[in-house]
């Protein structure tokens, strides 16, 4: 029904077509997690021969412990290699799969950080960190958020930073023209004292390695 603050009644059709667009979201991002399951032949939930009993919220950290240390005595060396890609997996969205993906060959990939500098000249306060050119590589839906990614990645041990290439030069200058890093680099400025860049590569780990190569059926 109109009313005064909505003569047309277009409050409600914005409202529809907002909650039609969530749908249509959430569907695309169901449908890419799906696929990545249907790579490594994963059921929705993880097998329960994997999981095995798990204890209650309100279990102590000792029975936490106990029931770990149990497992493990049962478990072989492929169910324990299979439960860890599991658990990886199940923290990835698909733009940081892309990133596996595109850096699976043994690719590197340009990687900055920018830091702003102290009074003294010295390293100070992290603006931005990890940005890299893996995140246009890699086609992502989210390309600004590669960064978050990266970080992501690192800190799960799929990927790994590594010195700069200097045979990578063209691509590093393609990297520092994104705006994003170009607005960092304003903020990172202290008057005359210009931000300090770190410049180093990315690259695929043993264990992302080992990930992408079971999800891909060619492991040995």
Same mark, same amino acid.
């Given at each position: 029904m109109a009313s005064l603050f909505d003569p047309f009644g277009l409050v409600p059709r914005a409202a529809a077509v907002a909650r039609t667009g969530l749908k249509v979201a959430g569907w695309a991002e169901e449908q890419a997690i799906a696929m990545l399951r249907a790579r490594l032949d994963l059921p929705e939930n993880t097998p329960a021969e994997l999981e095995g009993p798990r204890p209650s919220p309100a279990a102590s950290l000792d029975q936490k412990m106990r029931s770990l240390l149990d497992r493990a005595l049962d478990q072989s060396t492929?169910?324990?290699?299979?439960?860890?890609?599991?658990?990886?997996?199940?923290?990835?969205?698909?733009?940081?799969?892309?990133?596996?993906?595109?850096?699976?060959?043994?690719?590197?990939?340009?990687?900055?950080?920018?830091?702003?500098?102290?009074?003294?000249?010295?390293?100070?306060?992290?603006v931005l960190a990890n940005a890299s050119l893996v995140g246009r590589t890699a086609n992502l839906a989210l390309p600004h958020m590669t960064?978050?990614?990266?970080?992501?990645?690192?800190? =799960?041990?799929?990927?790994?930073?590594?010195?700069?290439?200097?045979?990578?030069?063209?691509?590093?200058?393609? =990297?520092?023209?994104?705006?994003?890093?170009?607005?960092?680099?304003?903020?990172?400025?202290?008057?005359? =004292?210009?931000?300090?860049?770190d410049k180093r590569?990315?690259?695929?780990?043993?264990?992302?390695?080992?990930?992408?190569?079971?999800?891909?059926?060619?492991?040995?």
């Open positions: 492929g169910g324990g290699q299979s439960e860890l890609f599991h658990r990886l997996l199940d923290q990835l969205v698909p733009d940081e799969a892309r990133i596996i993906s595109a850096l699976s060959d043994g690719s590197s990939a340009p990687l900055v950080t920018i830091r702003a500098r102290t009074a003294t000249g010295g390293p100070g306060r992290v960064p978050s990614y990266v970080t992501h990645l690192l800190s =799960l041990g799929l990927i790994e930073r590594s010195s700069e290439d200097p045979a990578m030069k063209e691509d590093y200058e393609i =990297l520092m023209a994104e705006s994003y890093i170009l607005k960092a680099i304003k903020t990172a400025s202290r008057g005359r =004292l210009p931000a300090r860049i590569t990315v690259r695929i780990t043993a264990l992302g390695r080992g990930l992408w190569e079971a999800s891909a059926g060619t492991s040995s």
